[in-house]
């Protein structure tokens, strides 16, 4: 199984703070990485695919960048909404696995 | 708007079985390969299934293989998880999806417990 090392687990920010998670995987797996963010109680929100396209909707201070086994999911100017949980997903190959998930909160 | 409803949830014994489902309006289900995903309680997320749009493949984590089955109706939009012998580390909230998870439902909590 590919495994997807994330880090840091949580880290404090304030607002307008630039913010790096970043994904480590245990093998090549091309660009087929996407990031999620998920607060509390609610479902997962797809914010990168391909690892570095930008869904639609998702605002510009959003980005991705990485290949083959290192990804980041960078936010340029932390929002008050932002704060939340991110997780990387690979869906190279089956099973398909998560990071362990970063969770930004308020400094 | 695509919606994606799940449900079928609830609390179930361990050994026993459930099956859940997922309708889908606002997308061309048929065009779509679909996911199961789960996140037990104050953890990650945590990928199952897959199936292909006309059903004729699907993959799953070694956790839930020979437990669990995918399955999908494109006739109805609907898409389903047949879960057998559930054990207390299936308790999770679980959530269908398309399948690079653009679209998501809002989850259905499945409790094992005696």
């Known amino acids: 199984d590919i495994q997807m090392t994330q880090s840091p687990s949580s880290l404090s920010a304030s607002v307008g703070d630039r913010v790096t998670i970043t994904c480590r995987a245990s093998q090549d797996i091309r660009n087929d990485l996407g990031w999620y963010q998920q607060k509390p109680g609610k479902a997962p929100k797809r914010l990168i695919y391909a690892a570095s396209s930008l869904q639609s909707g998702v605002p510009s201070r959003f980005s991705g960048s990485g290949s083959g086994t290192e990804f980041t999911l960078t936010i340029s100017s932390l929002q008050p909404e932002d704060f939340a949980t991110y997780y990387c997903?690979?869906?190279?190959?089956?099973?398909?696995?998560f990071g362990q998930g970063t969770k930004v909160e308020i400094k | 708007e695509v919606q994606l409803v799940e449900s079928g949830g609830g609390l179930v014994q361990p050994g026993g079985s459930l099956r859940l489902s997922c309708a889908a309006s606002g997308l061309t289900f048929s065009s779509y390969w679909m996911s199961w995903l789960r996140q037990a309680p104050g953890k990650g997320l945590e990928w199952v299934a897959n199936i292909k749009r006309d059903g004729s493949e699907e993959y799953y984590v070694d956790s839930v293989k020979g437990r669990f089955t995918i399955s999908r109706d494109n006739a109805k939009n609907s898409l389903y998880l047949q879960m057998n012998s559930l054990r207390a580390e299936d308790t999770a909230v679980y959530y269908c999806?398309?399948?690079?998870?653009?679209?998501w439902g809002q989850g259905t909590l499945v409790t094992v417990s005696s």
């Open positions: 997903l690979q869906h190279n190959d089956y099973p398909w696995t």
């Open positions: 999806a398309t399948k690079y998870f653009e679209y």
